[in-house]
């Protein structure tokens, strides 16, 4: 059983407790009955209201996973059981018929101990997810593909493959989490990317790009690209034919080298650097034939079915390296056998967030994850509306369910944006996964000043 799924177990013995104080509620309106001089209405409106909270804590049950259902149950439920037990004891010595305590009581106190045991011991084992094999994507590079298979794999880097039927998710280039794709659509994290194609070519032309945040011909000391100048790149990524920048050049360029031209509005320190990382890099580490479907995705998605603008070519046997004979995998699977930073880079953390310890991580759309610090702190807020008593159950929370607390952005003066980061963890880590990540992120901090 895994820690964020229900335990049947657990729902089980919360039903049974339920029963159990129906039971009681039913025996002393019975001997209530049987007997006169017996306040009814004192004793039935107690059993009652033993009845109701046992019901009511029931269905809190069914909404709590298992970590938090042992919790519940034993600190909420067996409290309640056992008043209801005490209280009965004390309804048969008030009216002299203790003889007539049924036998069930006893019976009772029994199959609890024996259940709560159990329930125990098989948390206790070894647990283990079973899960398929990483799914492959539905496109694959192969020598044959047209062009509409080469921008369609494209799509599948950005949104995944599972993103069919017009509906988006987030595939390897994690591109979603800050662009948006559509007229009118604009989430505020980075520029929309509706029309790159046709802006493509006149960008390189304006004022703007030849000489901010640096000069056209000036190395970019991040990516160590060389500014508007497309025959000066990686020599995987490079195009044939002229040395003249053309729009194509612009979108490789955008990605190789996100700080060689920031888009007004949407950079660092005035706009002089991109908060979006070198994709070719870890942990996203796109290689030259994903770019370039990319590219010619965002060269002919405004126009379907028609490839006429799309400029990069198409895989040959000369440009796909025998680890690139692969399908494109959008799926995303962690068993906890990787060393914490491989698993950390597969997960894509450094995108957003600065963690110690993790050479690269230096990502800045997300908080800082120094959590032997925050966690205590942020679990103090009076905002805080989350479950966890501890900074591991916090770290583990902010994991499996990020939009439980939000942090608060001090530099920027509000919060950071709810639903950046994807709620799909859960199904991405096995649990021993989890707990090696909780454990080493419960420890980072803050480097010392200085």
Not at 132 to 145: A, L, Q, R, V, Y
Request: glycine share 8%; net charge negative.
């Amino acid at each position: 059983m895994l820690p964020e799924q229900h335990d049947i177990l657990w729902t089980f013995m919360t039903m049974a407790f339920t029963l159990f104080a129906g039971f009681a509620f039913g025996n002393v309106i019975k001997h209530c009955r049987e007997h006169e001089g017996v306040n009814t209405k004192l004793w039935g409106s107690i059993f009652g209201a033993f009845f109701l909270i046992s019901f009511w804590e029931t269905t809190i049950m069914f909404d709590l996973v298992q970590g938090d259902q042992i919790k519940f149950f034993f600190q909420y439920q067996v409290l309640t059981v056992l008043i209801i037990l005490l209280v009965w004891g004390v309804f048969f010595k008030s009216q002299n018929i203790e003889a007539q305590s049924p036998p069930l009581i006893r019976a009772f106190f029994f199959w609890s101990t024996v259940s709560v045991v159990l329930a125990g011991y098989t948390n206790w084992l070894p647990q283990q997810r079973s899960d398929p094999p990483p799914k492959p994507g539905s496109i694959e590079i192969d020598m044959n593909m047209t062009m509409e298979e080469y921008a369609e794999m494209g799509r599948v880097i950005v949104f995944g493959a599972a993103a069919a039927g017009g509906n988006k998710a987030i595939g390897k280039g994690q591109c979603p989490l800050c662009h948006t794709f559509d007229a009118g659509d604009n989430i505020g994290r980075c520029p929309n990317l509706f029309g790159v194609e046709a802006r493509s070519h006149t960008r390189i032309k304006e004022d703007r790009y030849l000489n901010e945040p640096f000069k056209v011909g000036e190395t970019d000391p991040a990516s160590g690209v060389v500014k508007g100048k497309p025959m000066e790149i990686d020599e995987a990524f490079r195009r044939e034919g002229g040395e003249e920048m053309i729009g194509e050049d612009y979108l490789r360029e955008s990605i190789l080298c996100p700080s060689c031209y920031v888009v007004k509005d949407y950079g660092n320190d005035g706009d002089t650097k991109s908060p979006m990382p070198v994709i070719v890099k870890p942990p996203i580490s796109l290689t030259p034939i994903e770019v370039n479907a990319v590219i010619a995705w965002l060269q002919s998605k405004e126009t379907p079915g028609e490839f006429a603008s799309v400029t990069v070519p198409l895989p040959t046997a000369g440009s796909l390296p025998a680890e690139e004979e692969a399908p494109v995998d959008d799926r995303i699977f962690v068993d906890g056998t990787e060393p914490i930073d491989v698993m950390i880079n597969i997960l894509g953390c450094p995108l957003c967030h600065t963690i110690p310890g993790i050479e690269g991580a230096v990502g800045e759309l997300g908080p800082k994850l120094f959590e032997k610090s925050n966690a205590p702190m942020r679990m103090k807020d009076p905002n805080y509306k989350g479950k966890a008593t501890n900074t591991k159950e916090y770290v583990r929370e902010s994991i499996l369910n990020p939009g439980a607390y939000v942090v608060f952005n001090e530099e920027a003066g509000e919060l950071f944006p709810d639903g950046l980061m994807p709620t799909t963890f859960a199904n991405q880590l096995s649990v021993n996964a989890i707990d090696k990540l909780v454990d080493f992120i419960s420890q980072t901090e803050a480097p010392p000043e200085g």
